[in-house]
């Protein structure tokens, strides 16, 4: 997503705010379906297929766990499938369940995305003048669990030269070199912070009338697709609302509505999503065009 990415930090964060937003709060099941695949193309074509597979154990574990909890602790619902311990386990408890799970694995991706659309300087830039105490610490909290995730593999590899612990048979052998591995973490994070608070005083963070440099421009492509997230947003709600297309899920499940007007509302919502990754298609068709002419 270079070119997403190329965009105004204003841009970028108006995007994912939008999306997010809507992820969170429509809980229609076309709406979250729409959401969950754009939010899988969109990871998929930011940090690849690789990194994206690596990540699906995790998030598929997470997904479950989720889809389970809610027909276990929740019994609302009119049409009950079976009875565990004398508690129902309905039929709308056991879909929201899972559509809530699609909500929140859905805004998880778009989370990686921002991730890795949103580094420390876009952050920075946009909160410096507003709040810049925030901007700091959520650049720092961004920057910071990926660093931690590459430093605990490199602290394991080099614990795995010359035999793997991990993997020994003894109990005690694995739990020293868990212990090691963490404390060798644990260490390197303070020395980190150290150094860390030692730069930023060297560099005057948090005096009076301090400036940044950055090189963001609001140009014309900028403020094109600024006025378009915010007609999309104000579309989609007005759909949302005046088609009523709010669902629900207890005591029965309401029905899908299909017409004209929520075909609309869809499409729109589908357009807004995609919106970057047609642009980056665009830019790739472009590019392998001028070489092509070479």
Known sequence: MREFQSFHPIVNLLYFATVIFFTMFFLHPIFLAISFIVSIIFLIKTEGFAEFKNRLLFISIFFILLAIANPIFVHKGATPLFYANSNAITLESCVYGVVFALMLVSVIFWFFSFNKIMNSDKIIYIFSSVMPTIGLMISM?????????????????????????????????????????????????????????????????????????????????????IIFIVLSLLLNLALYNFLDLRFYYYPEIAPLKLSVGSILAYGSYLLLLLMPIIIEIKEELRWKLLISKI
């Open 141 to 225: 909290i961004l920057r910071f669990i990926p660093r931690f995730q590459l430093q605990l593999k490199k602290i394991i590899n080099m614990n795995k030269i010359g035999g793997n612990p991990y993997k020994s048979n003894s109990i005690k052998s694995r739990l020293k070199a868990i212990f090691r591995t963490f404390s060798i973490l644990v260490t390197w994070a303070f020395e980190n912070s150290i150094d860390t608070a030692n730069t930023m005083k060297a560099r005057g963070y948090g005096l009076k009338n301090r400036t940044t440099f950055h090189l963001y421009k609001l140009e014309a492509r900028d403020i094109v697709f």
